[in-house]
């Protein structure tokens, strides 16, 4: 992972990097609505294992900004892409 990414330090922060991505956020998803579930309309996970959406918890933590960017390599954007859509925000 590059080092001149500012990856997002809040859960709001993850949110603006993902809608900035094109991706929307799907309204009932978990118990009690405490997390939100994105998707994305055109590209798909291409990793194995992996969910085809990305969920952010309501708490945030000090790993998620990372694998937030190793979850957007799967759906095959490019780190200038990623570093782009950060600096937007």
């Known amino acids: ?16 990097l993902l809608e900035s991505l094109d991706f929307t956020r799907k ?3 978990g ?3 405490h997390q939100y579930k994105y998707v994305h309309p055109v590209r798909r996970c291409n990793c194995d294992n992996e969910r ?3 969920i952010i918890p309501t708490h945030f933590y000090k790993q998620l900004g ?4 190793k979850k ?7 780190w200038e892409e990623i570093r782009g859509a950060c600096r937007s925000n």
């Not at 590059?2 to 990856?7: A, H, Q, R, S, T």
């Open 1 to 16: 992972m590059p080092n001149d990414i500012k990856l997002p330090n809040s859960t709001k922060e993850c949110i603006r």
């Open 27 to 29: 309204r009932n998803v």
């Open 31 to 33: 118990k009690g609505k």
């Open 52 to 54: 085809p959406f990305i």
């Open 66 to 69: 990372k694998d937030i960017c």
């Open 72 to 78: 957007l390599i799967c759906y095959g954007y490019s």
